[in-house]
């Protein structure tokens, strides 16, 4: 945690400083682009920085970071345009499928580096993962469409008396329709009665849940992670008073926000790994030399101590497989 | 260093770049040879097997390297392999079967074996009983049967399964795994099956370090890459095959017992030394690979050590030898230079060295030599003096020889010369005369006292006449004591004077004697061989010098008779030149008789040197003064244009006019050939030469030149002046010509014009003639054909029946009326024709054909006499291009005469038969009476008509051969007749023929020809 904070600290500085600063021969000029304010949410950035500290960089020397931002795609996309007018850029690295369109819209020709992107074939990002042939490469979040219906299957797993779940989901976004088929079969499979649950806010998430009746045992909220979803203590501690269990979307929220579990790839590390696509990039490498990676590890994050406040009793076998357990 | 720099250090050494610097070099470069040449091999032979032994060291360490990397691959698969048998072997599965309760067992081996992406327990039957994977969940109708799979059959005979490499996405390399599930060892119930996911090898390949920038990578039997360092290299399927480290770690059966290395191409390209080994179970390479490089960085290392020592070694081999080279070289260096200082010239120099070896007795030995060269070298400086000392007095009589063309002047310097030269006391010199064959003193110089010196000498005679005779020196020493001298001497001169020495020397050139030196000295002396050789050189060089100025004499006076000639040359030339210009003027002005002959007098006198003059026209009684000279006096010129000169004796003029020829006196008052009138005296006339000008021996003028003063003209003036005159009279005849040339050519052009004057009345009056014929023919035309037809119609009983000698009035009426429009049309014919208002309309038509139709018209009239017609056979083309009207009216003509006039039971033939390839000749020959041949050329004239008896008079007004003749004239053809009288006549024209170019065009000509149309 200590760590983490240090490094957020650094890399806010890091950012306010770098404003304006006219870039040094030699020095890679990084921009993080990102929705919503809260860096905090974001662990990769904190991977980034220590995979490039590790492949020797050195911030103010070496590295200038600068941070662009964004409450809406709007503001985003016009920030953008301004802040990249006013220095140089080597690498854009954006945190998100959102994030990455609006890049890529905005400065075409920049080399720009997704950490992570849900589907970037199915986006449209790059030809293929092995191929990019655009200016963009990077991660992916999932390893591709059946990732939701295993996400659905720990879920029961872990709560083997679970029998509704609600789903929620940015109402504003169309869901690829192969995923939600197979996320569908595997909940049938499951004998899982789906609810759809779309949102347009977080705040509206946090509403809707807890106006949810409180159905302690068999009931259950997926997330299905989206940009709006980066911030969820408040949907999370609805969730909590309700004693409905919570799926969220990463191993930050359930240590941080109060979710109960999340399966799913360990953002930091693919900060991490994304340094070294950061990096070939500014030695000259062109994005589209560059595969995109999927993960190669999914993590079970549990969060006990949420477990207990809802009347959760995880099972022994269940906790022992976790990756990561809070209490 | 800067090359002068380099230069400058090496001269220091001895390296003077100069060619007594050639020893130093020497030494040193066989020191560096032999030292440099040593070191280098040893040090090239240690840089051989140390590269060797280096690179195969630097290989075995690489192929550890390798075969690390292998092992590290190996054990991480076996240890997926044991956590898969541990899962094999677990209890649960043993007791509980394959339950789906029991899935523990394979989430529990997901979670130990990242790896593993999915697992699946299969029964013994090939049916899998519990599924499970890291990134998706197996609905039941996606489970695969197995029992055929290749895995299973493997794994279900006890065997570990390893499968080929396969992608997932395109470019994730996994591969399966499969170990048997037993029950107890040996009992096999079921395959535990595991999709690998080959990444994780990546953290594996990315651990080994290899040096500074080695790598290891994996490839498959596929060729793909399946893990690398650059995780980009697998993603993107990277093949590997062709490499030639590749194809030797897989090719068939490798067992490789150790790894092996190679130098060659990386897969980026580059030079590396690669080192691989072969995983048997898994059917991989995995290579090692550096830079050369840097693989062969400790290697290059050592070589530039070795370099080094060698370079070192070399510089102090080299110090070496310049030291040894400047011990051993000093001395000579030394003698070089004691030696190159003798050799300047300074002999008294003698050469330092105590070396106390064999270069200091070389230097001793020099010395000596050098005293020696000194005492040759005063000698030999003797001898030039004295050599060069006769030379010069050699070269001042030569000088002296040479130095004019006056010979006696010369003769007499070089007899002194000689005289002080030799230090004698007399000398003299004798040329001879090649002519009289005697040798005369030409110089003497010194004590000659009277009576000594002999004039002359006959050759042979006394010691000069014998010693020239001889071409030999004869040389006496003392004259007193010879006997010689008694016998040889002519006048025992020498020895009466005193003189005791006496030498004589032939001259000669050329292999000639031209003379003699004879020279004598108080004092009895002995001449030296050089002295006599001197001697003999100088009478050498007056030899040439005599014949030289021989030669500069004869050829003054060749040079004075050439200029001589050259001067009459000139003097000719200039005659013709006047002579030319003269011409010219005659030819430019040929009418202009005052001008020719006032050029031709101004040159006369010129050139024969007149001092007055004058020209003279023959009139054919008396002479007319024409062109007089400037400076006569006005009584001279009145006398000589006022009165009568004719030919006669009184004066060269009037004789000369009288004899015809040039006559010429030198003083006219003292010739008593003439008798002068006073005015020449008065003119103080005296040599006088008068030309007459004769054409054809007739006489025309003459050209008189005087001279106050009797000197008589030339021969060469005299002549000069007869062409003048000649000249002259041709410029007059030529006056005359031309005189008569204008007129004649007056006249004729007075007659032209006459002529064209009644030419052009004649063609006016033709005009008025053919277009009064042409109107009156009209008007005479209406009336008759009403008369015509009013006749016909009276004699068709129109106007009621006719009584027999009414009908027979009108019959006679009409025919006469048919008759006079006839003869109006031919008329009419003929004016139209003759105003040019008719033109031709050329068609292609067979006048055999044409002859056919005629004489199928006339055919009636003939048969009334019993004429036969007949048309001769046509030879040939009888194709005509002409006006078909035109043709057909001439036939009729002719044919219809030729039957008028042949006689009851003649004949008429006609005939056509072509001429050459242009035209066709028609004859029409008849058996009538003829044409006489006075008649014959008259015969197509308009309104002629032959009279002459016993012919039938002619009905018509002789129009019709006159319009035929038109008629083919417009063609281009001809008419004639040819006709032997009282015996027929044959009348015959020509007509063009058919143009045959128009029936044999070729295709391009056609289109050309239809275009044109």
């Known amino acids: ?327 | 260093m800067q090359t002068t720099e380099l230069f400058a250090k090496l001269r220091l050494f001895g390296f003077s770049g100069r060619r007594h610097g050639k020893l130093v070099r020497n030494y040193f470069f066989i020191f560096v040879a032999l030292i440099g040449g040593g070191m280098i091999a040893s040090g090239l032979t240690e840089i051989y097997f140390r590269s060797h032994e280096a690179r195969e060291q630097i290989g075995l360490v690489q192929g550890e390297a390798a075969n690390a990397a292998l092992s590290k691959i190996a054990q991480y698969i076996l240890t997926i392999e044991g956590q898969m048998k541990a899962t094999s072997l677990s209890q649960r599965i043993a007791e509980g079967g394959f339950e789906s309760a029991r899935q523990f067992e394979l989430m529990k081996l997901l979670y130990v074996a990242p790896a593993i992406s999915e697992a699946a327990a299969i029964d013994g039957d090939g049916v899998p009983r519990l599924q499970l994977s890291r990134f998706r969940t197996i609905l039941p109708e996606h489970a695969t049967d197995y029992a055929k799979s290749p895995a299973f059959l493997q794994a279900s005979q006890g065997a570990t399964f390893f499968g080929p490499v396969y992608f997932v996405r395109g470019s994730e390399p996994y591969l399966t795994m499969a170990v048997p599930i037993e029950e107890y060892p040996g009992s096999v119930i079921g395959v535990l099956q595991a999709e690998v996911n080959l990444s994780y090898i990546w953290d594996i390949v990315r651990d080994i370090e290899v040096g500074k920038a080695g790598y290891a990578y994996i490839v498959a039997r596929s060729g793909d890459v399946i893990a690398h360092p650059n995780i980009s290299m697998v993603l993107q399927r990277h093949k590997a095959a062709h490499l030639e480290q590749v194809k030797s770690a897989l090719r068939p059966a490798p067992n490789l017992q150790k790894p092996e290395s190679i130098v060659t191409r990386g897969l980026n390209g580059d030079e590396v030394l690669s080192s691989y080994a072969y995983l048997p179970n898994l059917d991989w390479a995995v290579i090692v690979e550096r830079p050369l490089a840097e693989a062969y960085e400790p290697l290059y290392a050592s070589l530039l050590r070795t370099y080094l020592l060698v370079t070192i070694g070399l510089g102090i081999a080299l110090l070496a030898s310049v030291y040894v080279a400047r011990r051993v070289v000093r001395p000579l260096e030394a003698l070089r230079w004691g030696v190159e200082k003798i050799g300047k010239g300074d002999l008294d120099h003698r050469l330092e060295i105590k070396t106390g070896d064999e270069i200091e007795i070389l230097a001793e030995q020099f010395n000596k030599m050098v005293g020696e060269i000194k005492n040759s070298y005063q000698s030999l400086e003797d001898k030039v003096q004295q050599r060069t000392k006769e030379l010069a007095a050699l070269f001042d009589v030569t000088a002296t020889a040479t130095h004019s063309f006056d010979l006696n002047p010369i003769l007499q310097e070089v007899a002194e010369k000689i005289m002080d030269i030799f230090g004698l006391d007399s000398t003299r010199i004798y040329l001879l005369d090649a002519v009289q064959e005697e040798l005369r003193v030409r110089a003497a110089s010194g004590y000659n006292p009277a009576g000594f010196i002999q004039e002359v000498f006959a050759l042979g005679q006394g010691i000069v006449g014998k010693a020239v005779e001889a071409a030999e020196p004869i040389i006496f020493e003392d004259v007193q004591k010879d006997p010689r001298y008694a016998e040889l001497s002519h006048s025992k001169g020498s020895k009466g004077i005193g003189y005791r020495f006496f030498a004589t020397v032939p001259i000669k050139a050329k292999g000639r004697c031209l003379g003699a030196i004879a020279c004598n000295g108080r004092l009895a002396r002995r001449l030296t061989e050089q002295e006599l050789r001197l001697m003999s050189s100088m009478a050498d060089q007056i030899g040439p010098a005599i014949d030289n100025i021989n030669l500069f004499e004869e050829l003054k006076e060749k040079t004075a008779a050439l200029e001589t000639t050259n001067h009459e040359l000139m003097e000719a030339l200039e005659q013709q030149t006047e002579i030319a210009k003269v011409l010219q003027v005659m030819a430019s002005s040929p009418t202009k008789l005052e001008t020719v002959l006032a050029t031709i007098h101004k040159n006369a006198l010129r050139l024969c040197e007149g001092d007055s003059g004058a020209t003279f026209v023959f009139d054919g009684a008396q002479f007319r003064l024409s062109v007089p000279t400037d400076n006569i006096s006005p009584e001279a010129l009145s006398y000589l244009r006022d009165l009568p000169i004719r030919p006669g004796p009184e004066t060269p003029l009037r004789r000369a006019g009288l004899e015809l020829r040039t006559v010429h006196t030198a003083d006219i008052f003292a010739d008593p050939r003439f008798s002068p009138p006073e005015i020449y005296r008065r003119e103080g006339l005296s040599a006088v030469v008068a030309a007459p000008m004769l054409k054809e021996n007739r006489l025309v003028g003459a050209i008189v030149l005087t001279r106050r003063e009797p000197r008589p003209f030339t021969e060469g003036q005299i002549s000069l002046l007869t062409t003048f005159a000649n000249q002259a009279a041709i410029a007059v005849d030529n006056v005359h010509l031309f005189q008569e040339l204008e007129d004649r050519t007056q006249e004729l052009a007075r007659y032209n014009r006459e002529i064209q004057l009644a030419n052009e009345k004649l063609t006016e009056l033709d005009r008025l003639k053919s277009s009064f014929v042409s109107n009156v023919s009209h008007e005479l035309k209406t009336p008759l054909t009403a008369i015509e037809s009013l006749a016909e119609n009276i004699l068709d009983g129109v106007t009621g029946p006719l009584t027999r000698k009414q009908a027979s009035y009108m019959t006679g009426i009409k025919e006469s009326a048919e008759r006079l429009a006839r003869l109006i049309n031919d008329l009419l014919d003929l004016s139209v024709i003759e105003a040019g208002r008719t033109g031709l309309k050329p068609t292609s038509f067979s006048m055999a054909s044409l002859l056919h139709e005629v004489t199928d018209t006339l055919k009636p009239v003939a048969e009334a006499k019993l004429i036969d017609l007949e048309i001769a056979s046509t030879n040939g083309n009888s194709i005509a291009w002409a006006d078909r009207d035109k043709i057909t009216q001439v036939l009729t003509n002719l044919v219809g005469n030729a039957v008028k006039f042949t006689p009851n039971r003649g004949k008429v033939t006609m005939k056509v038969s072509p001429t050459s390839g242009e035209w066709l000749e028609v004859s029409i020959t008849d058996t009538g009476p003829g044409i006489p041949p006075e008649e014959a050329s008259k015969i197509f004239d308009e309104f002629y008509q032959m009279s002459q008896p016993g012919r039938e008079k002619s009905k018509g007004v002789g129009l019709g051969l006159a319009i035929s003749k038109k008629l083919v004239e417009m063609h281009g053809g001809k008419i004639q007749v040819k006709s032997i009288f009282g015996s027929g006549s044959s009348f015959s024209f020509t007509v063009p023929a058919h143009y045959p170019r128009q029936t044999s065009l070729s295709v391009g000509e056609k289109e050309d020809y239809e275009y044109t149309r």
């Open chain 1, 1 to 327: 945690m200590t760590k983490t904070l240090r490094h957020l600290g650094l890399l806010i500085l890091a950012a306010t400083m770098g404003l304006g600063a006219a870039p040094k021969p030699g020095t890679l000029n990084v921009v993080i682009v990102m929705e919503g304010r809260n860096i905090r949410l974001q662990p990769q950035v904190n991977g980034l920085r220590d995979g490039l500290e590790e492949l020797k960089y050195v911030e103010g020397e070496t590295l200038n970071w600068q941070r662009i931002d964004g409450e809406t795609q709007a503001e985003l996309r016009a920030n953008l345009k301004t802040g990249l007018q006013k220095q140089r850029v080597d690498v854009m690295v954006t945190l998100g499928t959102t994030e990455t369109q609006v890049a890529r819209e905005v400065a075409p020709k920049t080399p720009i580096v997704f950490l992570p992107a849900a589907d970037p074939v199915r986006s449209g990002f790059v030809h293929s993962l092995a191929s990019p042939r655009t200016n963009l490469t990077g991660l992916t979040f999932f390893t591709d469409s059946a990732n939701l219906g295993k996400q659905l299957e720990v879920f029961k797993q872990v709560i083997p008396s679970l029998d509704k779940v609600r789903v929620l989901f940015d109402g504003r976004l169309k869901p690829f329709s192969e995923s939600w088929n197979k996320f569908a079969a595997v909940a049938a499979w499951l004998g899982i009665h789906l609810i759809e649950l779309p949102v347009a806010s977080s705040a509206e998430a946090s509403r809707k849940i807890a106006a949810l009746p409180n159905t302690a045992s068999g009931g259950g909220v997926f997330v299905f992670c989206s940009g709006l979803f980066k911030d969820v203590e408040d949907i999370a501690l609805a969730a909590t008073k309700q004693k409905l269990p919570l799926f969220g979307c990463n191993a930050f929220q359930v240590a941080e926000q109060s979710v109960l579990l999340s399966y799913a790839p360990d953002l930091y590390s693919l900060g991490y790994r994304g340094a070294w696509f950061v990096d070939r990039i500014f030695k000259g490498a062109k994005p589209q030399e560059l595969p995109v990676e999927t993960p190669r590890k999914f993590e079970l994050v549990i969060n006990n101590r949420v477990a207990g406040e809802i009347g959760l009793k995880i099972s022994a076998e269940m906790l022992m497989l976790a990756d990561r357990v809070f209490r």
